[in-house]
């Protein structure tokens, strides 16, 4: 299992030492609506899980990201 | 004072990988990371040049990361050389390496090598198909690729722009560059009325029409009843074709409309098949009257949709999640298959189609070494090992009888395989189902090579099917026009590599397809006749050749727009007319099109060859001709113009024009006027006019050819 940096990397062939806990879609190219969609089921597919459509929304920067999949059980 | 923190860390790694290495300890690789790690940190780049080479050489396996950090501090050190000589040799260490080939495309983008950048997208989408949206956002920033274009249109009910970055893969993968245009939302029935629309704007040569059965038949969430269920269906099948009906009437576009698919289970649960309203079957009867009112129309196809979620596996390729929050209807995976199941349409449409499969045996056809186990030693029979050749044999066979011809490149000894082909009580392929055949120890690109001209056919018509991955790479490197297939180790995966091919698809069958593989059997047999005949002369009046021109029709349409599309060599303008271009000059009185059909001792050739030809004032200009590979060389090509001449001259016409547009294939075209009398008049962008004057100059046929006209 990687970081969520490094999945949010992959997604949007970013520099991972580029992202740090603020990174959103005002920071991140290719990271708009549709984007999203992609990251989160790179996600749910790198973690193993299947993610609310509220967690969904509220889920725009690596920091939310890492805290809302604690209460999933995944601590990355 | 001691040395800085930094330094003495540098300096106990050190001493800890000399005595791991002095131990040959497992921590060895670890240590020489960390001190590779530092150095690229500290912005020593030489020093980690140094070690990442040093560790290669005695065989150590560094982390991919560590190779890219190192690339990338050369990057922006501005040493673009160095950075992509790091990336290239981690990737011809981990061939598999995703983010060190995204990072080799980011330096190709960087330093403006576009072509070697598409590539590097190409083979990052080849080795993570989730990096298909990267990667056509990327290409939309490199400018344009050379290729031939593809311009493709998407409707839908639902959100299908998700589709664009695969399919965008897998035109590109094709050697076509695609342009894209998505209609708005929900707006296929406004995009298609409306003569002002995008859509037509855009002027696509395909559309594909992506309709979900909740959208158009919203009852399908419930429990409808028989009524609701017959209504539904004859109002679906009504719409969709009156809708497809009025697209064809205003675009020339091929139409691929999308089955209609169940996203749940029956409400009826076991009981389904039992009822009169079974949801089940009612959803195949309607996919099915679909399918017969597209068929029903020109240019138009049902696309299986439901055999592609099939095989992704529909509980993974449709999701409910991705609707609720987006309007979509299809996963990932689900869109890659679907990408790849729309180039079985856009591949025939654009002449990719290929026409020949040329298979090795050994391993191939069947299991083991003839010249080492015998004909009755190799493995294939009704049994396993040996069952799984069999059935691959099947596949090949039902190749043929769509045209594809097949043919045998093996380094062996005739005398070991002849017995196999043609006395082994299992073999499905006989000799006769061989268009050409190479058993000796040639290597095998000189003979694809020779296959080809045998056949008369381009090397990018040639599919190479192999089990041995030497043969398959020098074929890869000597031809790379040849698709040289990933044949997999286990043989009972070929039937499905082969099926999952998208190369052979044709958007109609002809009577000359369906013959094809004979007519070539006829061709040895009349090449093995041209060698026992003395003069050309003789030879050709001995194949007693017959042949027959007369105006098309429209029976004919399906055959002419395959050779439009599909000939190269004896093609003087290349234009690729559509059905509805032929059919638009069929109606025209101004247009005149010519069909020619060729027979001989050997057989029964079919349609070979065509003409269009325009009245204008004080000329009439051929628009169009072409000859298939398999008639050149008999000179029935001018039976063909002498028509053309005798009706210009019987309407008073003083001139006939014509044109010649070279490229790269049809050099046998370019002395068709010179030929026949006509005289350049002259050149524009290469494009060659020519002219004959009908009042001085004449055409005769050739002494050999019996000359049928046909009426009209």
Redesign the interface.
Known sequence: MGTVEEVVS????V?PGGLDDGSSPETV??WD???H??LM??LEHEFGV?ID?DD?MEMVTVKKIREILLQYGVER | MDASPGVSVERGLRELIAAAELAKAPELEALTAMLGQRLVGGQRLAEAVELVRSAAERGLRLPGALHRQLAQAQLRAGDTTAAEKTIRELLKRDAHDVEGQRLLYRLLAACGQTAAAHTALDRLVELDPTTAPFAHRERAKLGPMAGRAVRIALLSSYVLDPLVPFLDVECRRSGLVPEFYVGPYNQYTQEILSPASGLYAFEPDVVFIGLDLEDLFPAARGVPSAQELAAGKDEIRGSVSALVRELRGRSSALVVVHELAITGRSPHGILDSRRPDSLTRWIEDVNRELGQELAAQTHAFLLPLREVLGRVGSEHGQSRKLHYMARMRHTDPALRELARASMRYVKPLKGLTRKCVVVDLDGTLWGGVVGELGPEGIHLGPAAPGVEFVDFQEALLNLTRRGILLAVCSKNNPDDVMPVLRDHKHMVLREEHFSALRINWTNKAENLASIAEELNIGLDSLVFLDDNPVERELVRQMLPEVLTVELPRDASQYRTTLESLTDFELLAVTKEDEQRAGQYQANRRRQALERTAGSLDEYLRSLEIHARVAPAAAPQVARLVQMFNKTNQFNATTRRYQTPDLERFLASPAHHVYTLDVADRFGDHGLVGAAIVVEEPGAWRIDSVLLSCRAMGLSVETVLLKRIYDAARARNVPRLVGEFIPTRKNGPTADFYSRHGFRQDGEIDGSQTWSLDLRTERIDDPAWIAVQVGGA
């Open positions: 992959r997604v949007f062939g520099d190219e290719g609506s549709m984007g969609l992609n089921a790179a299947s459509i969904v």
